[in-house]
């Protein structure tokens, strides 16, 4: 059985006091929470008072970004070692907005999911297609190359450790959500896709997310689709109220 996964990604809002508000105001209305394992993923500069304030709670923290080096001359970039002495359990990596505005490759990709799981932090990796490729029918070509390279440092008995989340980018913060069929049959795709680089039984274990304009409202429809197994919450993460109801409408009681 695959633990269902929602992450909240602040992306860069939050100064650390802001952060602090919101990670307490968290912890205190998600208590009782148990049906999904829920990661909080603030702005570098907030991780260690986010993690300070869910500490001793079932919430995780997790990184935005991180560079594969264990140290050195890297101006600006912080080490899998960093995030993990923070308190971090999990780390984003590949995000659209760090493919697109950073110039991130699918071989960085690949070596930012390698450093991760060397320092026992579980990548949550992204992968996505355009609007232009969606509309020349090339969604299996763009996400099928994503996975692939994505996973080619990642051994067999590593799929456990890895979630991978689908965010086609014209849905990123667009209020245009895709369909949870259409959501469901790309990540359909990703599993048989990481199944002939992990093996079948690897792939099985391997959890999914959607991502993109998930709201209260939607999430529900997501999480009733077989594969796919949480969501990557960006603008509707921002809020104690709007996430604790998004992660409350997630609950599919029999999947
Ligand atoms: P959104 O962002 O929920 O604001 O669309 C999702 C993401 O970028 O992870």
Redesign the pocket.
Known sequence: MRKPIIAG?W?MHKTTAQARELACGLAAELVDYKWAEVVLVPPATAIATVAGAVAGTKLAVGGQNLFWEEEGAYTGEISPGMLQELGCAYVIIG???RRGYFHETDEDVARKARAALDHGLSPII?VGETLAQREENKVEEVIGAQVKAALAKVSPEEAAKVVI?Y?PIW????GRSSSAEDAQQVIGFIRRTASEVLGEKQAAELRIQY????KPENIHQYMAQSDIDGA??????LSTQQFSSLLRAAIVEEK
């Open positions: 990604n992306k995000h659209s907005e992204c989340a965010e849905a990123i913060g667009t991502g993109g304009s998930v990557l919450v960006g603008g509707a993460s």
